[in-house]
T-cell receptor, first 118, second 114 residues
Framework: AQTVTQSQPEMSVQEAETVTLSCTYD???????LFWYKQPPSRQMILVIRQEAYKQQNATENRFSVNFQKAAKSFSLKISDSQLGDAAMYFC???????????????FGQGTILTVHP | AAGVIQSPRHLIKEKRETATLKCYPI?????VYWYQQGPGQDPQFLISFYEKMQSDKGSIPDRFSAQQFSDYHSELNMSSLELGDSALYFCASSLAGMASYGYTFGSGTRLTVV
């Protein structure tokens, strides 16, 4: 079974600074997808960024980028120019590329609470 | 753009009662997933449906059942409620063949069992 580990229960950053959230995962599969989700106090789950395992290029979405190291099974999220609105719980998630009609469930890490200080 | 709609947003039930949570996926999405998130915990997968048939099953108690209807909406039925069932229940939907895009989550139903 796949597992996702976020070793940082809490992180903090000053506004306008950069912060990196860590995520490692364990899988025996070669094709899969990785995601970072943001969960603000409203508890809504919001997709931040995604990465296909077959792509070597790291994904980037505006101020959010990832460092995907497939061999090391590492998938960290970098938030640049942090804003107060970035404060939230961040979940790393893994999804298998299941074949046929079964599309794999998301397996989540434990989450990292990010605090942004003004 | 249309999102995943969950109802009700909040629900308070007493122990041993029954609750029904509803989920309306994004139009044309054919796959629905249910997750349970306890306080301070990560979401745990319960069950999923593809084209109205159960496609995967996670840590769903036998007291819970779910189905997907012909219009693709889904309902999660929870019986003999226990205090430990108090949680945020998410529904998410996706389109088969678009696995790389992840899911779109609803806003969740907060169930409180007293």
């Amino acid at each position: 079974a796949q597992t996702v580990t976020q070793s940082q229960p809490e992180m903090s950053v000053q506004e306008a600074e950069t912060v990196t959230l860590s995520c490692t995962y364990d899988t025996s599969e070669s094709d899969y997808y990785l995601f970072w989700y943001k969960q603000p106090p409203s508890r809504q789950m919001i997709l931040v960024i995604r990465q296909e395992a077959y792509k070597q290029q790291n994904a980037t979405e505006n101020r959010f980028s990832v460092n995907f190291q497939k061999a090391a099974k590492s998938f960290s999220l970098k938030i640049s120019d942090s804003q107060l609105g970035d404060a939230a719980m961040y979940f790393c998630a893994y999804r298998t590329e299941a074949g046929g009609t079964s599309y794999g469930k998301l397996t989540f890490g434990q989450g990292t609470i990010l605090t942004v200080h003004p | 753009a249309a999102g995943v709609i969950q109802s009700p947003r909040h629900l308070i039930k007493e122990k041993r009662e029954t609750a029904t949570l509803k989920c309306y996926p994004i139009p044309r999405h054919d796959t629905v997933y249910w997750y349970q998130q306890g306080p301070g915990q990560d979401p745990q997968f319960l069950i999923s449906f593809y084209e109205k048939m159960q496609s995967d099953k996670g840590s769903i108690p036998d007291r819970f059942s779910a189905q997907q209807f012909s219009d693709y909406h889904s309902e999660l039925n929870m019986s003999s409620l226990e205090l430990g069932d108090s949680a945020l229940y998410f529904c998410a939907s996706s389109l088969a063949g678009m696995a790389s895009y992840g899911y779109t989550f609803g806003s969740g139903t907060r169930l409180t069992v007293v």
